[in-house]
């Protein structure tokens, strides 16, 4: 028995709908007010681009539907005319989101993907993300770079840890989280007790914008609790069009007629209830992640997909100021700025070139605009910018914040990096992840060296994963370091379909890594007292971190070693 009720309660309505969010700040905090702003032409044009924006990632536990989800919005926002799946068959196309040959191949997806598209007024930065622990930390960057998420959850299984862990990621950076409950085509769990389960487990108030009308092979659609309308759908053969809908009230006799009466009785009861114990909506509620809006569907049917694609739109937050140093840069800033959160390479095997993905926070972007790097500290013309729909990409001219683009041709660039043109202005957004998975990676073929060496270091750039070197040692062989084993995987396969080079993996004892303290130095290292099994190495910043077998391990080192403190990441990136 779920104990839905006062709790759910405790969310409240989500009533007419408001206009797009105002900025909360405007640059100069307190000197100008916006009326005053808004009587200059050019503020006028940034305020409406930047109000105009949505920029959202799609997150979950693996499986739950991300991807499909993905490109039905992509089919109901009409940037797609049929959508793909993920298990594409035979003459049936693949998504757009997941473009990469392993993806394709497995069946899940291994890397975030950006999809820029205009629907209804608004220009939506879209980003699918890999549901895997093992690539958690792209999805992390990822969440570095949105203002709001859609949870995706797969109906049957409810709220699954790896969905727990990204909502509680969300909540620290404060961002506003939409529910998509998917996969109501299948035995679902009680709605109510869904509802439940996102209070008790994730503490957050759940409010259903629209209800489910039948479970499992009897879903037949979805009842609007705003406009108090019931959407009634019908199944098309892989969902690759829209699906065809019948709209009415409760009592309409031509959708009534549709449901049979035990369904009938427990939906009208099911909205009762709700009525009873729901409030108002209060969109302060969801911008502050005290309540998440909720839509129930079927994102491979195409059930639900435009009401949640048009409630998102209407609810979700444009970009708004961002907090660095205590500072806080509004988007209306009239200097631009962004950081760079993704890199990858060989998107377009025409093209076999790298691209930083940044997403703009402040200020007008335009294409040839110089700007400074914060890591070179050097000026850098921004020539090769693009928008991004999954791997295919245009030359953008301008963009505004919120949008993210990609740019090409500087290969001084890393992620985290900030692009701006005040040099005042640093982000800081990035995460970093312990690795918990080591491995050596051989090169069994000397001829293709090169191609191995030119792999891998731009997939170290990428960030696709971390390079360690072990300290006095004579085999120059790179050691892997990983948040999970299947980045290896990943890695030995990009390095022969996008560089042709074969490569060897050879386990190694370790589990566990932590930084040394960066200034410390050779003869400090000389003077550590290692337990057995232990190795010292260096990062790619040469900053020195010790390797154990196990944590207990790692425990009596710093017992042994008072003076060097161990600190799981580390504290600079370069040593000097
Ligand atoms: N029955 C049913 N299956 C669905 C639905 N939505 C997605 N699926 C299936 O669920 C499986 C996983 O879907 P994906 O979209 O790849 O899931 P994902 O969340 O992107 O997975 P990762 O990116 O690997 O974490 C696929 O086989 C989909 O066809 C749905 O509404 N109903
Ligand atoms: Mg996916």
């Not at 924006?53 to 919005?73: M, N």
């Amino acid at each position: 028995m779920c104990n839905f009720g006062g709790s759910v309660l405790a969310s409240r309505l989500v009533g007419s709908l408001a206009p797009p969010n105002r900025p909360d700040t405007i640059w100069f905090p307190g000197l100008f007010p916006p009326d005053f702003l808004l009587s200059f032409p050019a503020f006028v044009s940034i305020t409406e681009e930047i109000q105009k924006r949505r920029t959202f990632a799609i997150i979950s536990h693996p499986d739950a539907g991300k991807t499909t989800l993905t490109e039905k919005l992509l089919l109901y926002g009409g940037a797609v005319q049929l959508a793909g799946s993920v298990t594409a068959r035979k003459n049936q196309r693949a998504t757009t989101s997941d473009w990469m040959e392993l993806e394709k191949k497995r069946g899940i997806s291994i890397s975030s993907t950006v999809l820029q598209f205009d629907y209804n007024g608004y220009r939506l930065n879209l980003l699918d993300t890999p549901g895997h622990k093992d690539f958690s930390e792209d999805t992390y960057r990822v969440l570095t770079a949105v203002d709001s998420v859609v949870m995706v959850i797969d109906s049957a299984k409810g709220i699954e840890p790896q969905t727990r862990k990204l909502f509680e990621v969300c909540r620290q950076r404060g961002v506003p989280i939409f529910t998509f409950m998917n996969k109501c085509d299948r035995p679902m769990k009680d709605p109510l007790a869904l509802l439940d389960e996102l209070e008790r487990v994730l503490g957050i108030g759940a409010f259903p914008v629209n209800w489910p009308i039948g479970n499992g092979f009897e879903f037949q659609g979805v009842y609007d609790r705003q406009t108090k309308l019931m959407h009634l759908f019908e199944r098309t053969v892989g969902g690759q069009y829209r699906a065809p809908v019948e709209v009415g009230g409760l009592n309409d006799p031509a959708v009534r007629g549709r449901l049979d009466d035990e369904t009938f009785r427990r939906t009208v009861e099911e909205l009762e209830m709700l009525e009873h114990a729901g409030h108002d909506w209060d969109d302060a509620a969801v911008l502050t992640e005290k309540t998440t809006p909720v839509f129930f569907g079927s994102a491979s049917n195409n059930f639900g997909v435009q009401l949640l694609l048009d409630g998102f739109l209407k609810h979700s937050p444009a970009p708004k100021s961002r907090v660095m140093g205590g500072i806080e840069i509004a988007p209306e800033n009239p200097a631009f700025s962004g950081f760079i959160f993704k890199i990858q390479a060989n998107m377009d095997p025409k093209h076999r070139d790298r691209i930083a993905f940044v997403r703009v926070c402040s200020g007008k972007f335009e294409r040839d605009m110089t700007v400074h790097h914060s890591r070179s500290e050097k000026k850098v013309r921004l020539s090769s910018s693009h928008k991004l729909f999954g791997n295919e990409r245009e030359t953008v001219d301008e963009a505004y914040p919120g949008d993210v683009i990609g740019l090409v041709g500087h290969d001084s660039f890393g992620i985290g990096d900030t692009l701006t043109t005040d040099p005042k202005i640093l982000y800081k957004e990035i995460p970093r992840f312990t690795p918990e998975a080591f491995s050596y990676l051989h090169n069994p073929n000397t001829a293709k060296f090169k191609q191995f060496r030119q792999g891998l270091e731009q997939l170290l750039q990428e960030g696709v994963i971390q390079a360690l070197y072990l300290r006095h040692s004579a085999i120059k062989v790179p050691l892997l370091a990983a948040v999970g084993p299947l980045q290896f995987e990943v890695v030995q396969f990009r390095l022969e379909s996008e560089y042709g080079a074969v490569s060897r993996l050879e386990s190694t004892p370790w589990t566990v890594v932590r930084w040394l303290p960066v200034d410390m130095k050779e003869d400090d290292l000389d003077a550590l007292s290692l337990p057995t099994g232990c190795r010292i190495a260096y990062d790619v910043g040469k900053n020195p971190v010790v390797l154990f077998p196990n944590e207990w391990s790692a425990d009596y080192f710093t017992k042994t070693n008072a003076r060097a403190p161990l600190s799981a990441l580390p504290v600079q990136t370069v040593r000097d």
